[in-house]
């Protein structure tokens, strides 16, 4: 088994691709790297769904900061 590196992916949002696009800008402001993927599709789907739900991803070692960023950019989406 391979040392804990603080790489590995950390699941900080499941949204919209607006507020996962708004959110990983947002992350990239703060220099956190984060990846985005398409939770609602799978191989055998024929037809491509656009409202499906984004997660997004940061490395573990970033997860702290990054939820912070989060909580934050969901009370601002309330007001």
């Known amino acids: 088994m391979e040392p804990e590196n603080g790489l590995s992916p950390y699941e900080v949002f499941e949204g919209t691709a607006w507020e996962a696009g708004l959110l990983k800008s947002i992350l990239d402001d703060n220099e956190i790297e984060s990846i985005l993927r ?42």
């Open 38 to 79: 398409n939770a609602s599709f799978a191989p055998w789907n024929l037809f491509p769904v656009r409202s499906g739900s984004v997660k997004v991803f940061v490395a573990a070692k970033d997860a702290e900061y990054a939820r912070l960023l989060v909580e934050e950019f969901y009370k601002n989406m309330k007001e």
